[in-house]
């Protein structure tokens, strides 16, 4: 099994589902399951239990949230949260490498882990009597990993592979990584979550165990139970696996606050690739950040009208009226811990140059400033926002996603039922009025992939780290 879905594409897929289109209509805040209560607890030592009932299934998902991820790190370190997420499959004092994994599978489960910016999540999904297995499980491993020289040279030499197979390989990949690191000069977003290759060559077990120690710990930790349960019961439960452990010291992170853009920035990647590409990012708040709350559902919004389903400007104006791309996307991510970017990506169809289409997606970037969207355009786009929402929230999984991410970057929860009503709530005007303040030159980066002849493959990567 892939052990994690590490790279912030993969995690996205998670994250931006909610500009993930269907066509059905409107319904409440999201359908009948969505507005089962969330029941919150904070043990003694700090860790917080969100527990929501969902009696569709005879099953569970858990899932434990730690708040640390590649936006935490600092250089000399980077991917030092990933790392250490595959470490915690390595064993215990008590259960030895490999064995978390077997016996989760021994009772019918499955589980896995990713690694983000803002977070580390380990996850399991099991028939509703197995859950005191996860919590003995998560419990043990949270403070008593044995980070074994041996087992971590051997994990890291896979990360390293991974990093060669998902991002030096991938010239799509590579020329996201190298985007965000001139998006990005003082913000901790400037640094894959997989880490530079130099620093994890030279990363060490003993890098590892003070960050550890300072992470993992009950009262840096979220945990999310979502399925056939009783809320009740499972706070016993938690009581009885998690309330011994002790609390760690947390210190705040240092703020890394992004010095304001004072002009476009462009880089060119050279690598050998089949096709073309274009990636444009512009520097835009979060729900977390912004100083006028509306503002990124607005741009939630936006990023519909662009590129929401075949009937959204860019998949009807550029790839089908003008044939100038075989595809364009926006995408734009409202929960995180620190400022985003609006991003906008684009394949140029044959016998089309980069430059034109860029030319082609900064004329429909214009004309949304210039000309409000129609009501009927903005009211079909909404529905389709709301109604990713809503199938979103028939799977256990996201729906312990949503309270997990909510909660660990910083937003609560309970922001989770106020997404429908809130796009709901964005005017024609508003939209305009985003697009015109944070769509603007001065704070754009484009990058550029020139494909070079694939031959070259061979010697390039020879000089790739």
């Not at 977070?119 to 491993?141: C, N, V």
């Not at 990360?159 to 990005?184: G, I, S």
């Not at 060559?201 to 945990?223: E, G, K, Q, S």
């Not at 811990?337 to 016998?351: K, M, N």
Request: proline share 5%; glycine share 6%; net charge positive.
């Amino acid at each position: 099994m892939q052990r994690c879905i590490t790279m912030l594409r993969a995690m996205m897929l998670g994250l931006l589902i909610f500009t993930g289109i269907s066509s059905v209509a409107l319904a409440s805040e999201g359908g009948a399951h969505s507005k089962s209560a969330v029941h919150e607890f904070t043990l003694k030592n700090g860790l917080k239990l969100l527990v929501k009932e969902d009696h569709r299934a005879p099953v569970v998902v858990s899932q434990i949230w730690y708040k640390v991820g590649s936006s935490y790190e600092h250089d000399g370190i980077t991917g030092i949260s990933h790392v250490l997420e595959h470490m915690m499959f390595k064993g215990t004092k008590k259960h030895g490498p490999g064995e978390f994994s077997k016996i989760i599978a021994e009772n019918g489960g499955r589980e896995n882990a990713f690694t983000g910016r803002d977070y580390t999540a380990y996850f399991q999904q099991l028939e509703k009597s197995r859950l005191p297995i996860s919590f003995e499980l998560e419990a043990d491993r949270m403070r008593n990993l044995t980070l074994l020289p041996k087992q971590f040279k051997k994990e890291l030499a896979v990360v390293m592979e991974e990093r060669q197979m998902r991002t030096e390989d991938k010239p799509d990949a590579l020329v996201d990584e190298k985007f965000n690191a001139a998006a990005w000069i003082s913000s901790p977003y400037h640094h894959p979550v997989i880490g530079w290759i130099n620093d994890l060559n030279n990363l060490t077990v003993r890098d590892l165990r003070p960050w550890y120690a300072r992470w993992y710990a009950p009262n840096n930790a979220t945990l999310v139970v979502v399925g056939d349960v009783k809320a009740d019961k499972v706070l016993k439960l938690a009581q009885k696996y998690f309330a011994a452990i002790p609390p760690s010291r947390l210190r705040p992170v240092k703020p890394r606050i992004e010095a304001p853009q004072k002009g476009p920035r462009r880089i060119t990647v050279r690598v050998p690739a089949k096709l073309p590409y274009l990636l444009m990012g512009y520097k835009v708040p979060v729900l977390k950040t912004a100083k006028k709350e509306w503002e990124p559902y607005a741009l939630e919004v936006l990023a519909g009208i662009l590129s929401g389903g075949d009937s959204a400007r860019f998949p009807r104006e550029l790839v089908r009226k003008q044939q100038i791309a075989v595809s364009v996307n926006a995408g734009y991510n409202l929960y995180a811990r620190l400022p985003g970017l609006f991003t906008l990506d684009a394949t140029p169809a044959a016998g089309h140059s980069v430059a034109e289409v860029e030319k082609a997606i900064l004329a429909q970037l214009q004309r949304l400033k210039d000309r409000r969207v129609t009501a009927q355009e903005l009211a079909r786009i909404k529905a389709q926002v709301v109604a990713g929402k809503v199938y979103e929230r028939d799977s256990l999984f996201y729906q312990a996603m949503q309270l997990g991410t909510l909660e660990t970057v910083g937003l609560g929860w309970q922001r989770m039922d106020e997404y429908a009503s809130k796009v709901r709530a964005i005017t024609a005007e508003q939209v305009q009025q985003v697009a015109k303040k944070y769509l603007r030159e001065n704070s754009l980066t484009v990058a550029v992939l020139e494909p070079q002849p694939l031959n070259s493959a061979a010697s390039a990567s020879s000089h790739s780290h």
